[in-house]
């Protein structure tokens, strides 16, 4: 049986980590939905410095757990003078992981999108920059909506990461609420709850908007 006085005595717990969490989701959402754009159309350039470039990052981030780049924001820094807070270490990580998984995304959408529209593009002056961002990157991105959208709900779940770093989000609240209370299953189920009120709306959203997107195409 859930124990509801957990919700109830703990719940400003639960909402300041809640409210974190969001931040931290939105935080690392934008950004990294902007660094895997960039990072996206490196893969594609034409220059074979940044295509190297852009795929050491993919390969590397992709290929390490979340954790260790979290780390290093928070550990690794330090030993070069700058120290970050629990908050913008986990944040950041946090960006800088979802990212790759977001131009392996973008990247196949930009691939989708037929040649012929950046050919016809270029032939009537617009430069390389100009053809990606008012031709072919809002078409690339209508395709991978639903990737995308699976990254975002993911990117929430693993915003639990900042917890290891003290980055007071809502698993950092859940534990100190279980080790005061040694009630550790309702503690996490209402924690569970709180992650759904993130993810659920969203997961609905993007479905919806997947739909509106095929009916328009």
Same mark, same amino acid.
């Given at each position: 049986m859930l124990d509801f006085s957990i919700l109830t005595e703990h719940f @400003?717990?639960?909402?300041? $980590?809640? =409210?974190?969490? &969001?931040?931290?989701?939105?935080?690392?959402?934008? $950004?990294s939905f902007i660094l895997g754009t960039v990072i996206a159309v490196m893969r594609i350039s034409g220059f074979k410095i940044l295509r190297a470039l852009g795929t050491a990052y993919v390969e590397f981030i992709r290929n390490i757990p979340?954790?260790?780049?979290?780390?290093?924001?928070?550990?690794g820094l330090p030993s070069l003078g700058l120290r970050l807070d629990g908050f913008t270490a986990g944040t950041l990580g946090l960006t800088v992981y979802t990212a790759a998984f977001i131009a392996e995304a973008i990247r196949a959408g930009i691939l989708s999108v037929p040649q $012929?529209?950046?050919?016809?593009?270029?032939?009537? $002056?617009?430069?390389?920059?100009?053809?990606? =961002?008012?031709? &072919?990157? @809002?078409?690339?991105?209508?395709l991978v909506i639903p990737p995308l959208s699976n990254q975002f709900i993911n990117l929430i779940k693993n915003s639990s990461v900042l917890t290891i770093v003290a980055g007071l989000d809502l698993m950092y609240f859940a534990d100190i609420i279980s080790s005061d209370t040694y009630v550790t299953f309702s503690t996490y189920i209402f924690a569970a709850v709180f992650y759904l009120v993130l993810t659920l709306p969203l997961s609905f959203a993007a479905l919806a908007l997947e739909k509106r997107l095929a009916r328009s195409a």
């Open positions: @400003p717990d639960y909402m300041e $980590g809640f =409210l974190n969490t &969001v931040k931290a989701s939105v935080f690392a959402l934008i $950004g979340i954790l260790i780049v979290v780390l290093f924001f928070f550990l $012929g529209q950046s050919e016809a593009a270029r032939s009537s $002056g617009m430069t390389y920059m100009q053809t990606m =961002l008012h031709v &072919v990157l @809002p078409q690339a991105i209508k």
